[in-house]
């Protein structure tokens, strides 16, 4: 046997079996302080709960799975071996274990048990940090269900809503009835149209006076297409009512068994997210549908989906966020270079500082967002309204240059596929893209702020609790309240106005919340503006070390 070249040396420890949760002090806090007024039951609960899928989320099996379930994507199997068309995908069998530890973790029942939005979201932060791509269904599937209680008829709802909060992951296509547990997906876009999902074309035409319909068209962009149903947008042709964009639920099988026509064309070669498949299907014209919600209504109906999923989009950009910064920080902390270890250094110290700034703040903001669907008041609706796609915008836009920056800090380590931070680079434009891209979020805060008083009441009510505690903030506030009074040429300044109110609320949250070097950190360079345009141009006289040291994960 040769002899060694040389001994290993200054290599951090791979950063696994720790728990994610607890090791997560922003989120754990966050989980406490919403979760603490229901009382202690509930919240001793959801810690146990949350800190043994924490323990799960950071093991070597997990990793594992995530590293596999990329490595190996979803394939389409269009025909059976005799030539039927079965329109079927293969996923890897740690898919399917992904998605039965997150479904048996209670990740998609969130609707109707104490503090249940907050538990499902700090359980979704922690299942996107082992991977992402499983997150698609889950988000899917938890956010179908306002969707089916805007339907007229409560029974659609009470057939579906136990299958869809259970905590049994079943693969496989069956008739629901014979399954304890299902997946939704939706299919919104189209080729002509994208976000612009009036522009639809798909058909529907009425079968009986019962609400069902037959399908013809297509959808460009479907997401998890082995789920057991999906929710989908076309144009019902007039029947008992006005006819228009509707609202339709779509069964991969039918009751009989038979196989409902879901013609998949192929699956997207995309970015990242590659452990997820997402298709383009065809309906035939023997599609069979049953409308929910009423004819020509169906944004009306399908909206509360969308909102449900545009907050999963932000939880998943804060927790790669997280991720991304938790690494970096973990690398610094063993790493010596020039002396020294990295983490000690003032400069990387302030790199780490400005990273933990930013995922502390998205996950702060998440995490309020979260509760404001647990507490479901008139007053906390209106909130949700303007300060969702407020927080999508903004938070899915600083995924990308933050997890960047913090693979930069690994070096050449960074760069490569084993060190899983290319992962999470790939998956980070995603948010930002999915359930709207940033224009359609920014206009959509204009319409809430021309349409809606209320929602903008509700906001300035959040942001103004902060108010008097820090000048900066204050001072931003000021200027928030301008740039709202002037709605002369509003649209060509919708970015700049909703990122703006977007740093308000993350700085007013971060003013009541954090701890003081977080929130006098955030405040000089958010809102102050004693920032460069680069992380690490922090004033460094603020008390850096504290922050880093908070977001370090321990082992």
């Known amino acids: ?166 905590r049994v992951y079943e ?28 522009a639809n ?32 947008l076309g144009q019902a042709s007039p029947s008992a009512g006005e006819g228009g964009l509707s609202c339709f639920l779509v069964p991969r099988v039918l009751p009989d068994g038979t196989r409902n026509a879901f013609a998949i064309q192929r699956l997207k070669d995309k970015l990242g997210n590659r452990s997820n498949a997402s298709a383009e299907v065809e309906f035939d014209g023997t599609t069979w549908a049953r409308r929910v919600g009423e004819e020509g209504s169906g944004v009306r109906t399908i909206i509360g989906m969308v909102a449900a999923t545009r907050l999963d989009c932000v939880l998943g950009s804060a927790a790669l966020m997280r991720q991304a910064v938790a690494q970096a920080v973990h690398h610094a902390a063993y790493r010596r270079a020039f002396g020294g270890v990295l983490i000690e250094k003032p400069l990387m110290r302030n790199v780490l500082a400005d990273l933990a700034l930013e995922s502390e703040a998205a996950t702060v903001l998440g995490m309020r967002l979260a509760a404001a669907y647990d507490t479901d008041s008139e007053a ?92 900066r903030l204050d001072g931003a506030i000021r200027g928030m309240l301008t740039e709202l009074a002037d709605l002369d040429g509003i649209e060509g300044r919708a970015r700049r106005l909703v990122e703006r109110m977007a740093l308000v609320l993350q700085g007013s949250l971060l003013v009541r919340w954090a701890p003081s070097e977080v929130s006098d950190a955030f405040c000089a360079s958010r809102l102050g503006g004693d920032w460069g345009t680069a992380f690490g141009t922090l004033p460094s006289t603020l008390d850096l070390g504290a922050v880093v040291e908070r977001a370090r994960a321990e082992v």
């Open 1 to 166: 046997m040769a002899a060694s070249t040389h001994t290993v040396t200054n290599q951090p420890p791979p950063l696994v079996g720790y728990d994610v949760f607890s090791a997560d002090r922003a989120l754990a806090e966050a989980v406490e302080r919403h979760l603490d007024p229901l009382g202690p039951e509930v919240l001793e609960v959801a810690r146990e709960e949350l800190t043994e899928f924490g323990r799960s989320a950071g093991s070597e099996q997990a990793r594992e799975w995530g590293e596999l379930a990329n490595a190996f994507p979803p394939r389409l199997r269009t025909h059976d071996r005799y030539g039927n068309r079965i329109d079927e995908v293969e996923f890897h069998p740690a898919w399917h274990r992904l998605l039965g530890r997150a479904v048996g973790s209670g990740l998609t029942d969130a609707w109707g048990r104490p503090g249940g939005h907050v538990r499902r979201a700090a359980g979704f932060f922690l299942a996107t940090q082992t991977e992402a791509g499983h997150g698609c269904p889950l988000s899917m599937t938890h956010a179908a269900v306002p969707a089916l209680r805007a339907d007229p008829d409560p029974e659609l709802a009470a057939a579906w809503e136990p299958l869809l909060t259970s």
């Open 171 to 198: 693969q496989g296509l069956r008739p629901p009835a014979e399954k304890a547990g299902v997946l939704f997906g939706m299919g919104l876009t189209e080729k002509q149209g994208g976000s612009d999902v009036r």
């Open 201 to 232: 074309t798909t058909e529907a035409r009425p079968l009986a006076e019962d609400g069902t319909y037959v399908l013809t068209g297509h959808k460009w962009f479907c997401s998890a297409p082995m789920s057991d149903a999906f929710l989908v």
């Open 380 to 471: 906390e609706r209106a909130f949700l309204r303007i300060a969702v796609p407020v927080a999508k915008y903004w938070v899915t836009k600083r995924c990308t240059p933050t997890v960047a920056e913090a693979l930069e800090c690994l070096g050449g380590n960074g760069y490569v596929e084993e060190s899983g931070m290319p992962r999470l680079l790939r998956e980070s434009p995603l948010n930002s893209i999915w359930e709207g891209s940033g224009n359609v979020q920014a206009l959509d805060v204009l319409r809430a702020l021309q349409r809606e008083p209320m929602a903008l009441n509700a906001f300035l009510t959040e942001v103004g609790k902060a108010r008097g505690a820090d000048h």
